[in-house]
């Protein structure tokens, strides 16, 4: 079965330094992965996604995330954070074709301090 | 344009009185889902429906219910809620799974 763990249930950074979420996937075959944010009381919107083209994602917000097989890692990243980055951040997999279930990790909660 | 679009935001029933929560879309897509979010947790699957298939998890509990009229409509009972039923539930819609799910806003459930 397919798990998602995600490193850091908070992470919290200065506004304008380096945002790194980890995320980590086990899996024998390289399944999808994404990256979902949630601002309170929302639902999830997507903010890139990976499926076995290029292995740095590019999304939205500035956000970037790098497939690592070697690591079966998808850490998602961000050069500089900006105060309405803060929200909660879901890494999330899914196995491939046929497989009707996204596992999503934990979450992890960004805090940006001013 | 919201796209998946949940009714109510907010839903506070009675113990143990039934409910219904609403999820409607304008994608088209085949796959709709059903998650439900308890505070400071991952969304968990319930059951989704490819089409008119219907597919419940094996740990969904058989409080909870589905139906999907159509394409576009699809709502989620829960017959007899308690007070461990109270979440976020999460409605999403892909065209296939391994395709970008789209989100609605969520109905908060509270159960007092």
């Known amino acids: 079965a397919q798990s998602v763990t995600q490193l850091g249930s908070h992470v919290s950074v200065s506004e304008g330094a380096l945002v790194l979420l980890r995320c980590n996937y086990s899996?024998?075959?390289?399944?999808?992965l994404f990256w979902y944010v949630q601002y309170p009381n929302q639902g999830l919107q997507l903010l890139l996604k990976?499926?076995?083209?290029?292995?740095l994602v590019k999304g939205i917000n500035g956000f970037e995330a790098e497939f690592k097989k070697s690591e079966t890692s998808f850490h998602l990243t961000k050069p500089s954070a900006h105060m309405s980055d803060a929200a909660e951040y879901f890494c999330?997999?899914?196995?491939?074709?046929?497989?009707?279930?996204?596992?999503f990790g934990k979450g992890t909660k960004l805090s940006v301090i001013p | 344009d919201a796209m998946v679009i949940q009714n109510p935001r907010y839903q506070v029933t009675q113990f143990g009185k039934p409910v219904t929560l609403s999820c409607s879309q304008t994608?088209?897509?085949?796959?709709m889902y059903w998650y439900q979010q308890k505070s400071s947790q991952a969304p968990k699957l319930l059951f989704h429906?490819?089409?008119?298939?219907?597919?419940n998890e094996a740990d969904t509990p058989d409080n909870f219910q589905s139906r999907r009229p159509n394409t576009s409509f699809c709502f989620l009972d829960i017959r007899s809620p308690g007070l461990g039923d109270a979440a976020m539930y999460l409605c999403?819609?892909?065209?296939?799974?391994?395709?970008?799910?789209?989100f609605g806003q969520g109905t908060r459930l509270t159960v007092v």
């Open positions: 999403a819609t892909s065209r296939k799974v391994t395709d970008e799910a789209f």
């Open positions: 899996s024998s075959v390289p399944p999808y």
């Open positions: 990976y499926t076995s083209a290029a292995t």
């Open positions: 999330a997999a899914a196995a491939g074709a046929g497989s009707y279930q996204l596992t």
């Open positions: 994608l088209n897509h085949n796959v």
């Open positions: 429906y490819y089409d008119k298939d219907f597919n």
